[in-house]
């Protein structure tokens, strides 16, 4: 399993990949960008099963990398797990409504990414 | 411009630094007295966040040097330095500044209002009787393991 993982913060980045190793049994190999241009690059060149993003980043903010997402024939239908500190019933519902298949307020850790995994598995079998 | 009530703030900070710090460190920060001046005998570390909306305020972290390398350490699981992982050590406050304001608002705000944090910048301050920035803000101190550090909160930006 290929998982993107986009956040500015490499604590950050290094706290989910913990999470996400605890909570998926098979082997994962990680991509990494630092904000939504490099995720959407990186995607182009090589799709993942699933991207894990920040919203709030510099250069391209998550909010723009799930609508790009979206919008591209290549990289629609991929699942998406926001996880952020900017968390709120009223961002999460619009996030939803973009695309995301599940929205984690920060701090996390590995029970709340699991219930999230099983949230985005639901959601894809629907 | 908009005013928030100070004990409200002094709540949901708590609440937040609780979150946060229990979340991420696995360790538990105590709210002790304000009246107690803050005079580190050490760098500190300064970590601010803006707050865009719904209202322009910014909040703070202050925190011995010390503290900071420990903390990092608990959380990343591995021994920091100042020689050979400052840049990481702001990495990681910025990353707790981050999770600490958008807890602090979660909390704060009614109705689970929409609200917009900025980038978080951290610095390391040498001398802290040289001006402290936060000196206009609202500072709420905490203990950790016997060691105090700050949280600040000023609305404006």
């Known amino acids: 399993m290929k998982i993107m993982i986009a956040d500015d913060s490499g604590t950050a980045r290094m706290f989910i990949k913990q999470c996400l190793e605890i909570s998926i049994e098979e082997d994962v190999e990680f991509l990494e960008a630092e904000n939504?241009?490099?995720?959407?690059?990186?995607?182009?060149?090589?799709?993942?099963d699933m991207l894990?993003?920040?919203?709030?980043?510099?250069?391209?903010?998550?909010?723009?990398l799930i609508r790009r997402i979206s919008?591209?024939?290549?990289?629609?239908?991929?699942?998406?797990?926001?996880?952020?500190?900017?968390?709120n019933q009223a961002r999460q519902d619009e996030l939803l409504e973009m695309g995301a298949g599940v929205v984690?307020?920060?701090?996390?850790?590995?029970m709340t990414i699991g219930e999230g995994l099983d949230q985005l598995a639901a959601g894809k079998e629907s | 411009m908009t005013t928030i009530n100070v004990e409200e703030v002094a709540e949901a900070m708590q609440k937040?630094?609780?979150?946060?710090?229990?979340?991420?460190?696995?360790?538990?920060a105590m709210p002790i007295s304000n009246t107690v001046e803050y005079t580190p005998n050490e760098p500190v570390f300064y970590t601010r966040l803006p707050i865009y909306k719904p209202y322009p305020a910014m909040v703070g972290l202050v925190m011995p040097q010390s503290m900071a390398l420990h903390l990092a350490?608990?959380?990343?699981?591995?021994?920091f330095?100042?020689?050979?992982?400052?840049?990481?050590?702001?990495?990681?406050?910025?990353?707790?500044?981050?999770?600490?304001?958008?807890?602090?608002?979660?909390?704060?705000?009614?109705?689970?209002d929409s609200f917009e944090l900025g980038l978080p910048e951290c610095r390391v301050i040498s001398d802290i009787e040289g001006g402290k920035e936060w000196e206009n803000a609202t500072v709420f101190p905490y203990e950790l393991e016997g060691t105090m550090f700050l949280t600040t909160w000023s609305e404006g930006q």
């Open chain 2, 81 to 112: 330095t100042m020689e050979n992982d400052e840049f990481e050590m702001m990495d990681v406050l910025s990353e707790l500044a981050n999770m600490l304001g958008g807890s602090l608002l979660t909390h704060l705000l009614p109705n689970m």
């Open chain 2, 73 to 79: 350490g608990s959380m990343m699981m591995r021994d």
């Open chain 1, 104 to 110: 984690l307020r920060k701090p996390v850790n590995p």
């Open chain 1, 52 to 64: 894990v993003t920040d919203l709030n980043m510099p250069v391209l903010d998550g909010r723009e």
């Open chain 1, 71 to 87: 919008a591209s024939p290549k990289l629609n239908g991929m699942p998406i797990m926001v996880i952020t500190s900017s968390g």
């Open chain 2, 16 to 28: 937040a630094i609780s979150e946060v710090i229990e979340n991420m460190a696995f360790m538990e």
């Open chain 1, 36 to 48: 939504g241009k490099e995720a959407l690059e990186k995607l182009k060149a090589e799709p993942a």
